[in-house]
């Protein structure tokens, strides 16, 4: 079993940075790819990153490319998401979730096996 749990988020400014935080509990943190998706009112949830189980390979959606950059550091079972250049289209709800092992999607949210608590990122234009 793991529990993730988020932490960051809140309320900005368009163009600021903001960082998001997912503490793994478990001891299998270091087998499993994790990934970020957020959901906005009235959307469904869509992916934003990923990343494998090493962390030597990451991914993306276009809308964040460029902007966002995904990482982690299995010593302290977490993973983060740092987000520059936040825009208006970024509020959302943000999600962290575990998926053990390589999935054959990362894009794909019903792959995941474990899901954080979601935390709300606003950002004002």
């Known amino acids: 079993q793991v529990q993730l749990v988020q932490s960051g988020g809140g309320l900005v400014q368009a163009g600021v940075s903001l960082k998001l935080s997912c503490a793994a509990s478990g001891s299998i943190f270091s087998s499993c790819g994790m990934g970020w998706f957020r959901q906005a009112p009235g959307k469904e949830r869509e992916f934003v990153s990923a990343?494998?189980?090493?962390?030597?390979?990451?991914y993306y959606a276009d809308s964040v490319k460029g902007r966002f950059t995904i990482s982690r550091d299995n010593a302290k079972n977490t993973v983060y998401l740092q987000m520059n250049s936040l825009k208006s289209e970024d509020t959302a709800v943000y999600y962290c979730?575990?998926?053990?092992?390589?999935?054959?999607?990362?894009?794909?949210?019903?792959?995941?096996?474990?899901w954080g608590q979601g935390t709300q990122v606003t950002v004002s234009s």
């Open positions: 979730a575990a998926v053990i092992g390589y999935p054959p999607s990362y894009s794909d949210s019903g792959r995941y096996h474990y």
């Open positions: 990343i494998s189980l090493t962390g030597a390979n990451t």
